[in-house]
């Protein structure tokens, strides 16, 4: 069983950066794709970015796009999301997942790894 811990949510203005951190124990995630989703009040969890097991794909979604990179460290266990350019409408609880199942990226029902999450709130 891997155990997802987030960090580096906060506060921050329109237009600054933040860069959330995963932590996994437990488990290495070292052979897990990963991704990062978003859940903002009374809103559906969406799909944010996911990474390759070896970090050379990452995909994102459309709203993120050219703002956030996702990476990961695979011998520090951890996959983080900068995020840059921030705007009022990335305001919610983040969350990183293991990808296990073999269906879309997008797709939350395809991750079976989910941590606590970590607020995000931008000020406008």
């Known amino acids: 069983q891997v155990q997802l811990v987030e960090s580096g949510g906060g506060l921050v203005q329109a237009g600054g950066s933040l860069r959330l951190s995963c932590a996994a124990s437990?488990?290495?995630?070292?052979?897990?794709?990963m991704g990062w989703f978003r859940q903002a009040p009374g809103k559906e969890r969406e799909f944010v970015a996911a990474i390759k097991w070896n970090g050379d794909n990452t995909y994102y979604a459309d709203s993120v796009k050219g703002r956030f990179t996702i990476s990961r460290d695979n011998p520090k266990n951890t996959v983080y999301l900068q995020m840059n350019s921030l705007k009022s409408e990335d305001t919610a609880v983040y969350y990183c997942?293991?990808?296990?199942?073999?269906?879309?990226?997008?797709?939350?029902?395809?991750?079976?790894?989910w941590g606590q999450g970590t607020q995000v709130t931008v000020s406008s």
């Open positions: 997942a293991g990808y296990t199942m073999n269906k879309p990226y997008t797709d939350h029902t395809a991750y079976q790894y």
């Open positions: 437990r488990r290495t995630i070292s052979s897990y794709n």
